[in-house]
C-alpha cells in the first residue's frame, strides 16, 4: 500500500507539474502542512516533511492534483500510474523536450491551442492501424513537408520553426487583425 500511495503521489506530482495548467494561487502565504484535509494528507504524503518549505503555487499544484487524483476510479488510476512509469522510463532529453513542448504549447494563443486540440482528438479517434500509418508517413517528412502538412490542415498557421523562436521560448508578439 504504501508503495502504491508513494507512486500515486508521484503521479500526482507528474500530472500538475506537466499536464496540468498552472492555477492561480489563491493563498500567497501558502498552507502549512496541518491545514491539509487527512484525505490531502494521505495523498501527499511523501511531501510530508518538506510541505512547509515548499513555494505556495508549489502546494497548490500539488493539492490540485491530490483532489484530482481523489476523483479518479481505480482503471483511471491504474491508467495514470501505467502512463507515469512510461514517463519514468523515458530519458531525461526526452523528458525536457516533452516538457518545452507543453509550455509552448501553453503560450500558444488559445484559437491556436483549440485547433491542436480538435486535431489530437480526431488523430485518437481513427483506427490504431491508421495512427500508425500517419505515425510513419510524419517520420518521414522533411521539416518543410511537416510545415506545409500543418498548414493544410490549419493546426499553427503561423509558428515558426523552433530555432527561429526567441531562446526563451515565448511566442514573439504578433498583431492581431
Known amino acids: ?3 502504491r500511495l508513494t507512486i500515486g503521489s508521484w503521479l500526482v506530482l ?3 507539474s ?3 495548467p498552472a492555477w492561480a494561487q489563491s493563498d500567497p502565504s501558502g498552507v502549512p502542512w496541518d491545514g491539509l484535509t487527512p484525505q490531502e494528507q494521505a495523498v501527499l504524503k511523501p511531501f510530508a516533511e518538506s510541505w512547509n518549505q515548499l513555494e505556495p503555487g508549489k502546494q497548490e ?3 490540485r492534483g491530490a483532489a484530482r487524483w481523489s476523483t479518479m476510479n481505480p482503471e483511471e488510476r491504474r491508467e495514470a500510474r501505467e502512463k507515469f512509469q512510461r514517463w519514468r522510463n523515458l530519458p531525461p532529453e526526452q523528458r525536457e ?3 518545452q513542448r507543453f509550455q509552448r504549447f501553453r503560450q500558444m494563443p488559445a484559437e491556436e491551442r483549440e485547433a491542436v486540440q480538435r486535431a489530437r482528438q480526431r488523430f485518437r479517434d481513427l483506427p490504431p492501424e491508421q495512427r500508425q ?4 508517413r510524419w517520420r518521414n517528412m522533411s ?3 511537416r510545415r506545409q502538412f500543418r498548414r493544410e490542415r490549419g ?3 503561423q509558428v515558426k520553426p523552433d530555432h527561429q523562436r526567441p531562446r526563451d521560448g515565448r511566442r514573439p508578439h504578433r498583431p492581431r487583425p
Open 1 to 3: 500500500m504504501s508503495n
Open 14 to 16: 507528474l500530472v500538475v
Open 18 to 20: 506537466v499536464a496540468l
Open 61 to 63: 499544484r500539488l493539492r
Open 97 to 99: 523536450r516533452i516538457r
Open 133 to 136: 500509418e500517419l505515425r510513419e
Open 143 to 145: 521539416p518543410e513537408e
Open 155 to 157: 493546426l499553427s498557421p
